[in-house]
């Protein structure tokens, strides 16, 4: 089987801090990975530079098409990047605001998706947002409501509603419980789990939750100063960390 994705020796500096220092990995379809590490560690850089929303200074991403063809991102045309991430990838943000349309209904959200992809008809566009809508939990009476006055939980589903409803392939998600209540937090992973088991998405998943991570993820790969320092399978790494900065991580969780 090979990878939808793989990235070699990425590099990226900002000033004098390396957010990335020769990272590798590979994400294989069906897969769920997680990206782990403190604050700063260069975790949201790598899923800007694999996702191709930002140019690493050394290293290379390469794509897997549906096709098998391999695309090298960055030397992809922007239109080409533009349509990937409308149809193939999928992109959910820590804060809601930056993956949603504020000023378009909670319809109007998941539809304009719908439309990238060359949907026409309004009325199943409509259906379909309704069940999506439906699917994270949404009253789909609010169809018509506008995203500002939904509740961050609600802003999230309806970000992961938008995102899921083309069925991309591969979804990068930086954070999506990290603004919310933790209350709120363990529904929205069950929530993301289930989606993720349904659909056979692979997705690559940014987290400083270990607990998030060990739910969700097969494969973890742990970054310190913006370099991998262990990855694994996430019940080897958690159990049986073998790194000093892993075993600082995994004990911290515990005595919290
Ligand atoms: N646009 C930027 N300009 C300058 N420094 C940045 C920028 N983005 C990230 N950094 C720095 O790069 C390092 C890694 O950041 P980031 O990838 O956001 O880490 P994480 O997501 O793990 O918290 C940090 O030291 C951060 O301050
Ligand atoms: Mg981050």
């Not at 991403?61 to 193939?88: C, I, N, S, W």
């Not at 018509?144 to 006055?149: N, Q």
């Not at 609600?154 to 603004?179: K, N, S």
Request: a neutral charge; charged letters at 25%.
């Amino acid at each position: 089987m090979s990878a939808l994705l793989e990235a070699e020796g990425l590099a990226l500096r900002f000033g004098a801090v390396p957010a990335l220092d020769g990272v590798a990995l590979e994400i294989f379809p069906g897969e769920v990975v997680a990206i782990v590490g403190e604050s700063g560690s260069g975790k949201t850089t790598l899923l800007r530079v694999l996702s191709g929303m930002m140019r690493p200074e050394a290293g290379e991403v390469r794509y897997r098409d549906p096709e098998g063809g391999f695309h090298v991102l960055h030397e992809m045309k922007e239109a080409a990047l533009r349509r990937l991430h409308r149809t193939d990838w999928g992109f959910v943000h820590q804060n809601p605001r930056d993956g949603l349309r504020m000023r378009v209904s909670a319809g109007g959200n998941i539809g304009e998706r719908l439309m990238a992809v060359g949907a026409r008809n309004y009325g199943s566009i409509r259906a379909e947002a309704a069940e999506w809508l439906r699917r994270v939990e949404i009253d789909p009476a609010r169809i018509d409501g506008m995203p500002a006055l939904f509740s961050g939980g609600m802003q999230q589903r309806l970000q992961i509603a938008r995102t899921l409803v083309t069925r991309p392939r591969l979804v990068f998600m930086d954070e999506p419980t990290g603004g919310l209540d933790v209350s709120v937090q363990a529904k929205l992973l069950d929530m993301v789990r289930a989606l993720v088991a349904d659909l056979g998405l692979s997705v690559v998943i940014v987290t400083h939750d270990i607990a998030a991570a060990r739910l969700l993820a097969h494969r973890l790969l742990v970054m310190r100063r913006g370099q991998v320092v262990e990855q694994g399978l996430t019940d080897r790494v958690l159990d049986d960390p073998q790194h000093e900065y892993t075993q600082l991580l995994v004990a911290s969780v515990l005595a919290a």
